[in-house]
């Protein structure tokens, strides 16, 4: 079958594109020793980042600034895996490692947020198992039809102005940047699907007796450890019936302390429901074999140790084998405690059939395995989501004066910070002291004007005071701006603008009167070019409506 897809394609495929891929075929081998026995594949996940919270302003009549109006940024995209049963290779994903989301769009004014960016779903064969690439720790495992997994978040969209506005502070000239989305390695693996997992002592007849129950054509030879790669065969017996099965190379003495290649297959049959263990007749002492590898397995995997095995004496068409075989068969039903146990012979095939039969019958009524529960790690969170606001100062003695801030949290608060808008440098001020980054800066003996880095932004350290990096002219304009509104005196002592760090609620419940004066209808309009005169005047237009 697989043979048959290749050639479909190859048609298609012009020289350059085929030899393109065989090179990246042979050069993930080489770096990758166990692609060629798995299907595998790595790819770089990067969900979009979210839109760009807008500032801006209503126009009113008379006075060039209304109220802010600027709308929040849309959602950067997500990526999901999808199980698809329409696909039983990872292939495609070797042919695109990258894979990218979208950004949200931009918030705009006129309270308009920005749409977000559609998800991404990539396609995989059900049984896939994910890894991040780093740590290698299993993300999730998808199973059944249609199931799916978030392996990056798409960034959540920036506030614009109109969500900063309090009764306070009426005109705020601060947005957030949207969220960066989550970006990330994975290292994807195909599980096989197997009914009946073969297993036996090298040299046992493995291969023989699946090309003797299949169409598969194994490798088959007389001298140990012929197979290195998993065959998978399929028995047909009729009807639609059909066994799967699988001829897993290499399970030897040693095998679990990582002698020879036992180890790193092993993994891959813990699907099979039955396996099958194929015992060597001509062997010296097949009931020591027999133990050995059980012991073997047992050291290797106690849930497939645990799985229901039907055993196998081969061989029998030997003569040697065959004056032996009614003790032969009595020594294996004592070892193995149970009574399903047959000689067979699959150079001969002679009652292959019968065994297979009895196979499809005895995994039938065997219930579909859990898995054993893999340690997993959610890679559905994006960075804001993580519920620690945990940081960490470093400091180096021979560079006395710098001090980087290290943390999730904060950093990513530094990506979304519109360092052009002094209220919202001022904003993340405030969020160093929330979080007790500056107290412990001070209490590490940081100074006045020391360097604080975070991330890939410099600061002056100037404990309870806004940033000194904002322009003077700025804050001028800023003060200006000030004054000229009219504010109670206890209002403005009360200016404590509440930060909550955002698993308390902080980063998204806005208070409700912040919102005080403006419902859903929009009567108002941003100012544009052929608002003015030609002297500069604002001119009135007909179709403006007051409704307030
Ligand atoms: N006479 C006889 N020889 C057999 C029988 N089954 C397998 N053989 C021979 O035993 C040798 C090993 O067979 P394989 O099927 O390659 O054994 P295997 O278990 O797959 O061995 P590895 O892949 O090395 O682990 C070959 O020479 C086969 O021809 C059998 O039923 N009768
Ligand atoms: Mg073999």
Same mark, same amino acid.
Not at 328 to 340: N, P
Not at 407 to 425: F, L, R
């Given at each position: 079958?697989?043979?048959?897809?290749?050639?479909?394609?190859?048609?298609?495929?012009?020289?350059?594109?085929?030899?393109?891929?065989?090179?990246?075929?042979?050069?993930?081998?080489?770096?990758?020793?166990?692609?060629?026995?798995?299907?595998?594949?790595?790819?770089?996940?990067?969900?979009?980042?979210?839109?760009?919270?807008?500032?801006?302003?209503? &126009? #009113?009549? =008379?006075?060039?600034?209304?109220?802010?109006? !600027? /709308? %929040? *940024? $849309? +959602? @950067?995209?997500?990526?999901?895996?999808?199980?698809?049963?329409?696909?039983?290779?990872?292939?495609?994903?070797?042919?695109?490692?990258?894979?990218?989301?979208?950004?949200?769009?931009?918030?705009?004014?006129?309270?308009?947020?920005?749409?977000?960016?559609?998800?991404?779903?990539?396609?995989?064969?059900?049984?896939?198992?994910?890894?991040?690439?780093?740590?290698?720790?299993?993300?999730?495992?998808? &199973? #059944?039809? =249609?199931?799916?997994?978030?392996?990056?978040? !798409? /960034? %959540? *969209? $920036? +506030? @614009?102005?109109?969500?900063?506005?309090?009764?306070?502070?009426?005109?705020?000239?601060?947005?957030?940047?949207?969220?960066?989305?989550?970006?990330?390695?994975?290292?994807?693996?195909?599980?096989?699907?197997?009914?009946?997992?073969?297993?036996?002592?090298?040299?046992?007849?493995?291969?023989?007796?699946?090309?003797?129950?299949?169409?598969?054509?194994?490798?088959?030879?007389?001298?140990?450890?012929?197979?290195?790669?998993?065959?998978?065969?399929?028995?047909?017996? !009729?009807?639609?019936? $059909?066994?799967?099965?699988?001829?897993?190379?290499?399970?030897?003495?040693?095998?679990?302390?990582?002698?020879?290649?036992?180890?790193?297959?092993?993994?891959?049959?813990?699907?099979?429901?039955?396996?099958?263990?194929?015992?060597?007749?001509?062997?010296?002492?097949?009931?020591?074999?027999?133990?050995?590898?059980?012991?073997?397995?047992?050291?290797?995997?106690?849930?497939?140790?645990?799985?229901?095995?039907?055993?196998?004496?081969?061989?029998?068409?030997?003569?040697?084998?065959?004056?032996?075989?009614?003790?032969?068969?009595?020594?294996?039903?004592?070892?193995?405690?149970?009574?399903?146990?047959?000689?067979?012979?699959?150079?001969?095939?002679?009652?292959?059939?019968?065994?297979?039969?009895?196979?499809?019958?005895?995994?039938?009524?065997?219930?579909?395995?859990?898995?054993?529960?893999?340690?997993?790690?959610?890679?559905?969170?994006?960075?804001?989501?993580?519920?620690?606001?945990?940081?960490?100062?470093?400091?180096?003695?021979?560079?006395?004066?710098?001090?980087?801030?290290?943390?999730?949290?904060?950093?990513?608060?530094?990506?979304?910070?519109?360092?052009?808008?002094?209220?919202?440098?001022?904003?993340?001020?405030?969020?160093?002291?929330?979080?007790?980054?500056?107290?412990?800066?001070?209490?590490?003996?940081?100074?006045?004007?020391?360097?604080?880095?975070?991330?890939?932004?410099?600061?002056?350290?100037?404990?309870?005071?806004?940033?000194?990096?904002?322009?003077?002219?700025?804050?001028?304009?800023?003060?200006?701006?000030?004054?000229?509104?009219?504010?109670?005196?206890?209002?403005?002592?009360?200016?404590?603008?509440?930060?909550?760090?955002?698993?308390?609620?902080?980063?998204?419940?806005?208070?409700?009167?912040?919102?005080?004066?403006?419902?859903?209808?929009?009567?108002?309009?941003?100012?544009?070019?052929?608002?003015?005169?030609?002297?500069?005047?604002?001119?009135?237009?007909?179709?403006?409506?007051?409704?307030?």
């Amino acid at each position: 079958m697989a043979t048959e897809v290749f050639d479909a394609d190859k048609e298609q495929e012009t020289k350059k594109n085929q030899s393109r891929r065989i090179q990246s075929l042979q050069k993930t081998e080489k770096d990758d020793p166990e692609w060629k026995f798995f299907d595998t594949a790595r790819i770089h996940v990067q969900a979009g980042d979210g839109g760009t919270g807008c500032v801006a302003f209503r &126009r #009113e009549k =008379g006075e060039a600034r209304g109220g802010p109006n !600027g /709308g %929040r *940024g $849309g +959602r @950067g995209g997500s990526l999901y895996l999808i199980a698809d049963p329409g696909l039983n290779t990872l292939m495609p994903l070797r042919q695109k490692v990258h894979v990218k989301a979208r950004q949200g769009r931009n918030g705009q004014g006129k309270n308009r947020d920005g749409t977000s960016a559609d998800n991404i779903y990539i396609r995989v064969p059900p049984g896939t198992v994910v890894r991040d690439l780093k740590t290698q720790k299993v993300a999730g495992e998808l &199973r #059944e039809a =249609g199931q799916k997994l978030l392996v990056a978040k !798409g /960034g %959540r *969209g $920036g +506030r @614009g102005n109109a969500a900063f506005m309090t009764a306070r502070r009426t005109a705020p000239k601060l947005a957030e940047r949207g969220e960066p989305g989550s970006a990330r390695w994975l290292s994807v693996e195909l599980r096989l699907l197997a009914d009946v997992g073969f297993l036996g002592m090298p040299n046992a007849g493995k291969s023989t007796l699946l090309a003797a129950a299949s169409a598969a054509r194994p490798k088959i030879a007389n001298y140990p450890f012929t197979t290195i790669v998993p065959n998978l065969g399929v028995c047909d017996l !009729g009807q639609g019936a $059909g066994l799967v099965l699988c001829d897993i190379p290499g399970l030897i003495e040693g095998a679990s302390e990582g002698a020879g290649m036992g180890g790193a297959f092993l993994r891959h049959v813990q699907r099979c429901r039955v396996l099958l263990h194929v015992v060597d007749g001509t062997s010296e002492d097949p009931i020591r074999d027999f133990n050995i590898i059980n012991k073997e397995l047992q050291q290797y995997d106690e849930f497939l140790a645990q799985k229901p095995q039907v055993v196998v004496l081969n061989k029998i068409d030997v003569p040697e084998v065959q004056e032996r075989q009614e003790e032969l068969m009595e020594a294996l039903r004592t070892a193995t405690g149970h009574s399903r146990v047959l000689a067979i012979s699959a150079a001969t095939t002679e009652r292959v059939q019968e065994l297979m039969g009895r196979l499809r019958k005895f995994v039938n009524v065997q219930p579909v395995p859990d898995l054993p529960v893999l340690p997993e790690i959610d890679l559905s969170k994006a960075g804001l989501d993580y519920d620690s606001d945990d940081f960490e100062i470093q400091s180096d003695p021979s560079y006395p004066g710098q001090w980087r801030v290290l943390g999730e949290y904060i950093e990513q608060m530094a990506k979304m910070t519109h360092w052009e808008y002094p209220e919202a440098v001022e904003r993340f001020g405030r969020q160093l002291e929330a979080l007790g980054i500056s107290a412990e800066l001070a209490r590490r003996g940081a100074q006045d004007g020391d360097l604080i880095m975070i991330d890939q932004y410099d600061f002056d350290f100037s404990p309870g005071m806004t940033n000194v990096y904002i322009p003077p002219d700025l804050l001028e304009q800023e003060e200006k701006f000030a004054k000229s509104k009219t504010m109670k005196k206890e209002e403005e002592e009360n200016d404590q603008t509440s930060w909550r760090p955002f698993q308390e609620g902080g980063f998204l419940d806005v208070d409700v009167e912040e919102f005080v004066g403006f419902g859903e209808e929009d009567d108002w309009d941003l100012l544009e070019d052929d608002d003015f005169d030609e002297d500069g005047a604002f001119v009135y237009s007909d179709d403006e409506v007051w409704t307030s």
